[in-house]
């Protein structure tokens, strides 16, 4: 069934049968303090203020019954995907691998990778473990989203400007479709998330479109 969703900068026509929501890293260790966020120095408190938001735009795939990927940025344990000069960069009072108060910084199994439990993935809902920023960088995104038959994406989760766009820009040379719901991302930084809005949506779309949750959801109900 075709809906068309009213979106920056133009309506995104979406196939419901094709379409997929992916929330990228609402983890721990981005929106508490004591994780990796919070040791370069991040105020959590603007992307805490988005759990209910994604959390509403998750009920309503679910009620939908589309599938729902969640992403995680984390490193095996041994670090041995985590390049030299992602984890030499910027002076965190924590690098990752360090042990800190949600256990060792970004790295897979320990409280700070897990996903908020506000937004726990639910059975049959997929778990990316992403090394890089970009969700398809070494994962098997791509594979999936084929396997599901999804083609058009709403996206969500943090930051806006890192792994968010990156991820739409990866989606985007792969031939996919992505709105980004406006107000179920944040960055640590507010004018970064504005700029990136703007980015995504200028020149007819180049990365993407934005609408906002509710906006999103009564068109696809
Ligand atoms: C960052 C992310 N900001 N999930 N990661 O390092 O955006």
Partial sequence: MTRRIPA????????????????????????EAG?????????????RAIIPTVRRLL???RV???????????????????????????????????LGPLGRVLVAGEPGSEIVPELAPRPGESVIDKP??????????DDLLRRLGVRQLVVAGVTTEVCVQTTMR???D????????????????????????SMITAQGAIVGWTALTGTILGALQ
């Fill in 8 to 31: 920056e900068p133009f309506p995104f026509v979406v196939d419901t049968a094709a379409l997929g929501l992916v929330v990228i890293d609402m983890q721990r260790d981005f929106l």
């Fill in 35 to 47: 994780g990796f966020g919070s040791s370069l120095g991040n105020d959590t408190r603007p992307l």
């Fill in 59 to 61: 009920d309503g795939f």
């Fill in 64 to 98: 939908l019954g589309r599938p729902v990927i969640h992403t995680r940025e984390c490193h095996r344990p041994d670090l041995s995907d985590c390049p030299g000069a992602k984890r030499s960069r910027g002076r965190p009072c924590l690098r990752i691998g360090d």
């Fill in 132 to 141: 890089g920023k970009g969700a398809f960088c070494r994962t098997g995104l």
């Fill in 170 to 172: 990866e989606a985007n």
């Fill in 174 to 197: 792969r031939g996919y479709e992505c709105l980004l719901a406006a107000d179920a991302t944040a960055s640590y930084v507010p004018g970064f998330k504005t700029a990136t809005l």
